[in-house]
């Protein structure tokens, strides 16, 4: 099999809620999403979506996928879809660095190697370890009495875990953290992600002050070694995300005891080969994970179950379906949720179908 033509759609895709806000006074209101499609001598085509969140949030940027796509492209066509490490290695000599940009083209290819063998991709990832995938539900950065409404809403839509957003005035912050703790019950799950928004000291308030609520702390400041110093000063289980964006920093953590839980985004680590290796690196050192991208519709919450349906459940600490936070629909046989949970398609490759009518014309073919 090989590579014959790679194209690509812009999609815009507005929010339910109208409005998401972040640390840092970030907010964005319509994702700028990419689609890729993968299409091969052999009649198969492979799908995947990449979906920076916003310019500000990581290293990553909606015109950065396609810019890169341009520039990755022509050194694939011709190559076999199906040989993975061969496709990456191709990716990294023609582009350094950019891993979210090569993250589609990972994924695409995945989804090929589930269609050309006839296997769902979660089998192929090590095959089915759970059924049904717990969801979290991210709550936008509000008023305490916003956020805790929110939050008792969608505790009625069958979520249990909660990601708090907060990284904003230390006092706020804790206000929130109190507000919403209170509301929900002693099962569920509460994690106050501050998205790097802290600094040091204000970090280690928000800590103390909270000290005495089952909640967990999640990414408080910019880098690695600000976080690992508020890591030691609080008993609370502690979760790195933005910081662990490869191999080599999940290894450290991992030596160093940065974290007792860590994000795994897929585009951000370069698609679903490197998500695997390091999923697979968290399960033999017992480390869960939160499963996820920066955002994304269908095709990115098909993609993300997979990975977390061949997780163990004991290690999948939540994952995400971006797709109930959109208006638009991009693509059928995505999972849907029920009762807070998820899960994979059965169907050969990610077992979606994209929405060409919905995606219009491509902004970008190389064959």
Not at 11 to 30: A, C, F, H, Q, T
Request: with cysteine; hydrophobic share 40%.
């Amino acid at each position: 099999m090989k590579i014959t033509e790679i194209n690509a759609w812009q999609v815009d895709l507005p929010l339910k809620e109208g409005r998401y806000n972040w640390s840092g006074g970030n907010s964005i209101e319509v994702f700028d999403s990419t689609v890729v499609e993968i299409k091969t001598d052999s009649g198969l085509s492979g799908y995947a979506e990449c979906c920076p969140l916003g310019s500000a949030y990581l290293p990553s940027f909606a015109l950065g996928v396609r810019a890169g796509l341009q520039e990755l492209a022509p050194y694939l066509i011709g190559a076999d879809p199906l040989n993975l490490g061969e496709i990456n290695r191709k990716m990294d000599l023609a582009l350094r660095g950019h891993p979210y940009a090569k993250a589609p083209i990972d994924i695409a290819c995945w989804d090929l190697l589930g269609k050309a063998t006839g296997q769902p991709v979660y089998n192929l990832l090590g095959g089915a370890m759970q059924e049904d995938v717990a969801l979290y539900r991210a709550i936008s950065q509000e008023s305490p009495d916003e956020m805790a409404a929110k939050i008792a809403g969608y505790s009625a839509e069958g979520y249990t875990k909660f990601q708090l957003k907060v990284g904003g005035d230390a006092n706020d912050d804790i206000e929130r953290i109190h507000a919403t703790r209170e509301i929900l019950k002693p099962s569920d799950l509460l994690v106050a992600d501050a998205n790097t928004g802290w600094t040091r000291h204000e970090a280690a308030r928000v800590v103390g002050a909270v000290s005495d609520l089952d909640v967990y702390i999640e990414q408080p400041c910019m880098t690695y070694e600000e976080s690992v110093s508020i890591r030691r000063r609080t008993t609370l289980p502690f979760v790195l995300d933005e910081v662990i964006d490869g191999s080599a920093s999940l290894v450290r953590g991992i030596a160093e005891d940065a974290m007792d839980v860590i994000n795994l985004k897929i585009s951000k680590v370069g698609g679903l080969t490197r998500a695997k290796l390091m999923r697979d690196l968290c399960v033999s050192s017992g480390i869960p994970m939160t499963i996820e991208d920066t955002w994304g519709g269908d095709i990115t919450t098909a993609a993300i179950a997979h990975l977390a349906r061949s997780t163990p459940e004991r290690f999948c600490f939540s994952a995400t379906d971006f797709n109930s936070y959109g208006t638009v629909t991009i693509a059928s046989g995505a999972p849907q949720r029920v009762n807070g949970k998820m899960t994979a398609s059965d169907e050969s490759g990610l077992g979606i179908v994209p929405d060409f009518d919905v995606l219009g014309d491509a902004v970008l073919s190389v064959s």
